[in-house]
């Protein structure tokens, strides 16, 4: 996969929990996306929800993944289990610790409405403020770079 081969779930809370203990905020929350099991790290799961809840840091758990199905392919029908490796039990244990709830969602539809139920279980007061400029500025480092390559291309002719 794109993070790699492994995943480190305790390691992964354990760095939320580094990262948000700072915050001045009544309430941290922590939002767990896993298809597979804790495979990596130092910390297990269960050690790193221990320490989350220690810290007021609700967890919420998705695991994502289709049940088992039937798929046709160039040598034949075949079973598949995409959830395979998805350690339920621990999630739900990590979202129990802490005071969140585990989700499973199998499709893109039923993490929608995961995020929608989220959404009001953590309704946020305000969101963040980002600063985006009213007027383009692109046209500047374009115009000079223009105008350099023209007297670029004279002085060239001129030497000629």
Request: net charge positive.
């Amino acid at each position: 996969g794109l993070a790699g081969e492994s995943t480190a779930i305790g390691d992964a809370i354990g760095l939320a929990v580094k990262r948000l203990q700072d915050q001045q905020t009544d309430t941290r929350v922590l939002i767990l996306l896993t298809d597979g099991a804790n495979t990596a790290g130092e910390v297990t799961p269960i050690k790193a929800a221990e320490i989350a809840a220690q810290h007021q840091l609700k967890i919420y758990t998705i695991g994502i993944g289709a049940d088992e199905m039937i798929v046709s392919s160039f040598f034949g029908k075949r079973r598949v289990n995409p959830s395979r490796d998805l350690d339920e039990k621990t999630l739900t244990a990590i979202a129990e610790k802490t005071g969140g709830r585990y989700f499973r969602a199998r499709n893109t539809d039923e993490l929608k409405q995961i995020y929608q139920l989220l959404d009001q279980l953590e309704p946020v007061e305000k969101d963040k403020q980002f600063f985006r400029p009213r007027s383009e500025l692109f046209f500047w480092p374009l115009g000079v770079t223009l105008i350099l390559a023209a007297l670029i291309s004279m002085a060239r002719l001129r030497w000629r």
